[in-house]
């Protein structure tokens, strides 16, 4: 892809440094406004028509692209725009970094390669029925007794057993680190006290660090096991580096457990709503798979993904210098209505439904994209069959950015005659 800005337009490269920087001190919006279910995307739409490069003070400042087109062209661009500084807005990364993430190509192919091959399709129709059992033993209880904290009761657990799976720890470890990672990531909401997120962080490096002590005191079978994998991984005849490991472990234990945590109560607060959306699944259980992938992208829990560009550059008339953060709002760029029409609402079967980037795009692409969609489908597909209503039963509450979502949402279950 071409250098500094290029594909915004020529007359906009050539404008004048003064009049780029014009907007430098504008906020456009507050992201730690409070948000309803629907407020956060009124606002996306308002700007993704008015205010496509937008800019906010919160943070030190920070820019934000809210349209498909501009956020797919940075994510693909990496030899223009980096992780390698900053990937997320509010900056977080205070302890050290974490490939793959926070690598460019070439480097993160190294790391990139080896967790590749624990998301096959045999490695996933492997796992997958441990997911089921996963499911159905947390489903169960909750339809049965009629309501649950969807969020605390199902979201918040079931990443954490999905992943003590994929990671082959003991359960009660898996639970631990994401009672850690949640904690982690509300205190990064409030950003009020950045020495919290430094600890918290440091406690989830600790984890992989005694993650893999334990697979150094007692290897596992490198095709099986992830972190044995990378601890055997040689790249230019030597061993990968021990912090590099550390590093891939702690990112790896933690990323998987954010996102379903968001996205699950978002989608049962959306059936709640839509009973019509309910019944036809039910009638129906074989579009579960293309209801996911409308959910994915409709209920998108990403928007504070960032890049740095590595030179200045003009977007949409604006310079942009060197390290400053760029905000890609996944979550408004799934609703942009020239690539999804009618982008706020539920439709299922979209000829384009492929196109959405709920896992990001280019070299970053989430790998464990499938392992999600597992989780997803079969949390569907149990809470569809063991119930003949799933309705709101009290007041939701919704993340804080980074995240877009339900954070809470108490729910009542008609069980299925």
């Known amino acids: 892809m071409a250098g500094a800005g290029?594909?915004?337009?020529?007359?906009?490269?050539q404008m004048s440094r003064k009049a780029a920087e014009d907007r430098r001190n504008a906020h456009d919006f507050d992201p730690t406004a409070p948000e309803t279910f629907t407020s956060a995307h009124e606002l996306y739409k308002e700007m993704r028509s008015?205010?496509?490069?937008?800019?906010?003070?919160?943070?030190?400042?920070?820019?934000?692209?809210?349209?498909y087109e501009d956020v797919v062209r940075v994510l693909k661009d990496y030899h223009t725009y980096t992780t390698s500084v900053q990937n997320v807005v509010p900056k977080v990364a205070f302890t050290g970094r974490r490939p793959p993430l926070h690598f460019d190509p070439p480097?993160?192919?190294v790391y990139r390669r080896v967790i590749n091959k624990f998301f096959t399709k045999d490695k996933m129709a492997r796992i997958e029925p441990k997911v089921h059992r996963d499911v159905i033993e947390l489903m169960e209880p909750m339809v049965r007794r009629g309501q649950a904290e969807i969020a605390a009761d199902y979201a918040h657990k079931i990443p954490a057993y999905v992943f003590a799976e994929f990671f082959n720890l003991p359960r009660e470890q898996s639970l631990t680190i994401k009672e850690i990672s949640t904690t982690y990531v509300r205190a990064i909401m409030t950003f009020e006290d950045?020495?919290?997120?430094?600890?918290l962080s440091y406690r989830l490096y600790d984890i992989a660090r005694s993650v893999i002590a334990e697979r150094q005191k007692a290897p596992l079978d490198p095709e099986n096991d992830l972190t044995s994998a990378l601890?055997?991984?040689?790249?230019?005849?030597?061993p990968l580096p021990y912090d590099m490991i550390v590093g891939c472990v702690r990112a790896m234990l933690v990323a998987g457990m954010i996102a379903p945590a968001v996205l699950?109560?978002?989608?049962f607060v959306h059936l709640a709503m839509h009973k019509d959306i309910q019944a036809m699944l039910r009638s129906d259980l074989s579009q579960i798979p293309a209801a996911v992938e409308e959910y994915l992208r409709l209920l998108t829990p990403y928007r504070g993904m960032s890049r740095t560009a590595k030179h200045d550059v003009v977007i949409h008339g604006q310079l942009i210098k060197k390290d400053e953060p760029i905000a890609l709002n996944y979550a408004s760029a799934n609703r942009d209505e020239t690539v999804f029409p009618d982008g706020d609402k539920f439709i299922l079967n979209r000829p384009n439904i492929d196109k959405h980037i709920v896992f990001g795009e280019g070299p970053h692409k989430c790998p464990g994209a499938p392992l999600v969609r597992i989780m997803l489908?079969?949390?569907l597909e149990e809470a569809l069959k063991r119930t003949s209503d799933i309705s709101l039963n009290g007041e939701i509450t919704m993340?804080?950015?980074?995240?877009?979502?339900?954070?809470?949402?108490?729910?009542?279950?008609?069980a299925a005659a």
Request: proline letters at 5%; a positive charge; hydrophobic letters at 35%.
């Open 6 to 13: 290029s594909y915004f337009g020529r007359e906009e490269r």
């Open 50 to 67: 008015k205010c496509p490069l937008a800019h906010s003070n919160e943070w030190g400042g920070f820019w934000m692209l809210s349209r």
């Open 107 to 109: 480097e993160h192919g």
């Open 194 to 199: 950045q020495e919290r997120v430094k600890q």
């Open 231 to 238: 601890l055997v991984t040689t790249h230019e005849g030597r």
């Open 264 to 267: 699950i109560p978002s989608i």
């Open 377 to 379: 489908r079969l949390t």
């Open 399 to 414: 993340t804080r950015w980074a995240e877009w979502g339900v954070l809470s949402a108490p729910i009542k279950f008609t």
